[in-house]
């Protein structure tokens, strides 16, 4: 099967088609067209079998997650996803592995109505390339810079279920014994990490600064920090952890897999201050906005700390100081 | 270094800054504003190292080939590149390679005048994915549909420099001890072949149909009869080689790389052909047309057919019937 029989059984009418699409899939280029109003939001991310999922993983878990880590950056700047083109390049041609990986892309294309509108598929190691293009709509677009001094910093949902996933999918966690279903609920939040596409679109009117957690939480609110001029102070008994990943730290907190003796409480703050991979947002916004908005509709942000004029990232426990570790999100399976 | 660290030493300000370029590399996403009247084209192209190019390859040719195979792409629709996004994936930081790859990038960044909006850089086998993103403005894109029964077949400048460099890169010419400089060309060739954006500026208006010659003329007028319905009647008495082509055909005609024993002119034609890699225009125009325009200015296109109802490829030399090889342009390095 050549090149162009292996897009078209497997990538063609793979995804919905959106508005705005002038040609898609199957020309030299897709045409894409935008209104007066509206803005363009690009980026690029990605996986390298080995590095950023194990090699073995599912073709259809690593089309997912391949899809929503790059969808996390449009997240990230409230624009909504439109136009996805990817770049596979594949050890051999496998038609079951290939059938998964359209059926996961499928699926998720569907989720978060996004055209494929092209690609390329190629011979070598297993890599997956994803370029995301969303639209920003009648408001300007979330960036990094903009934090003030005095704002809230916030987070979308909880943190914590991109670490403990982590362990689960690093297969750290079989000493445990853990249910199936933990197993498998872990397994989901790796591949198909939740996006806050709602909450961004919601806070997009209030916020100064926004980045999504994908290296950690620390290392991203110091990117928020140097494009906004400004420093952070950052309050851990705040953090808002997932129900799993407190389930997890539980679980975990008395056996040998603890080496450094931490009580669940401190498992859970390792992990959402360093772990990364959580995908949700990190946000900067005046707390009486934030407030004012959560009385006219739910919003699933909690406030961690404040926005300082002192560069850099401080941590304290309700006033007592904590130092910042030197690690970052980087995650490695080889 | 980190990964940040790498992408401010060797990737920021690599390039131009160019129109409707809201925010550019360093944020989530990159904005792009269009203005009205303009359409965006979009194509992706993945290069593999020992599939697309010979192992060891410098760095600063890699870069070079990678960026135009996929411009290729922008021509063949008349688009004027304007941003392009990188997915660099490296078996290990080198910083002489990072160096040279930089540089290779930044000379045709700021030749074909886009600006690098985004990217990321990723550990494992080495794979470059380019992601361009032209501007189609004031006229429609060119199609592979739209080629009509009676139109001429047409391709840009000359063929055959995509199969002759090839042979050099592949190593096959060494028996031959060629000149330093013919040698030197021929590399040129491979990684920086020249796109025929200028001619599709100024034949978007009278052509029907084009596509750029990547997987060798034939596999590529299929794609043409294939969008448009049609077939194609190819006269190879008619197409027009490279000076370059020429040169090496002589001097490969009575040595023992010619297995098949060809002529000088049947080894062109095969070239031409089958050989892909021309990163020319093909395209159908109705002949009266073309004409016209060749009397306003210098138009670098020779009509090598025409459009007939018939569908498929069919090839003669002069009225002789010719058959059609079943092979096409995919080279292979391992």
């Known amino acids: 099967m050549n090149e162009f029989d292996l897009i078209k059984q497997y990538f063609r009418n793979v995804s919905p088609v959106v508005e705005g699409t002038t040609l898609g899939n199957g020309d030299d280029c897709a045409l894409l067209q935008l209104k007066p109003n509206q803005t363009m939001a690009v980026s690029v991310d990605t996986l390298v079998e080995g590095v950023h999922f ?86 300007p677009a979330l960036t990094r810079a903009g934090a003030k001094v005095g ?108 080496s450094e003796r931490l009580t669940a409480q401190q498992l859970l703050q390792q992990w959402a201050l360093y772990g990364g991979d959580d995908y ?3 946000f900067t916004a005046p707390a009486h906005a934030v407030a004012e908005l959560k009385e006219q509709t739910p919003l699933a942000a909690t406030q961690i700390g404040v926005v300082v004029a002192e560069q850099g990232v401080q941590l304290h426990n309700n006033g007592q100081a904590l130092a910042v570790q030197h690690k970052n999100g980087y995650t490695h399976f080889e």
Chains 1, 2 share one sequence.
């Open 54 to 139: 194990p090699c073995g993983a599912s073709a259809n878990d690593i089309a997912q997650r391949a899809l929503r880590t790059a969808l996390s950056d449009l997240a990230a700047m409230a624009a909504t996803p439109r136009w996805v083109t990817l770049a596979l390049t594949l050890p051999q041609h496998n038609s079951d592995w290939l059938s998964a990986f359209s059926e996961g892309l499928r699926a998720d294309l569907h989720a978060f109505n996004c055209e494929l509108i092209g690609g390329d598929t190629t011979r070598g190691a297993l890599t997956i390339s994803v370029q995301v293009m969303g639209v920003v709509e009648n408001y």
């Open 280 to 282: 949700q947002l990190c």
């Open 151 to 258: 704002d809230g910093i916030f987070v979308t949902h909880t943190l914590g279920n991109g670490a403990a996933s982590l362990l689960q999918v690093l297969g750290k966690l079989q000493s445990l014994a853990l249910p199936n279903a933990l197993c498998s609920e872990l397994d989901d939040l790796f591949y198909r990490p939740e996006l806050a596409f709602y909450v961004a679109q919601q806070l997009h009117a209030v916020a100064t600064s926004a980045i999504d957690i994908s290296d950690g939480l620390v290392a991203d609110l110091k990117h928020i920090c140097t494009a906004s001029g400004v420093g952070a102070k950052v309050n851990v008994a705040q953090l808002p952890y997932s129900a799993t990943a407190k389930s997890l730290a539980k679980g975990i907190e008395n056996t040998a897999l603890n």
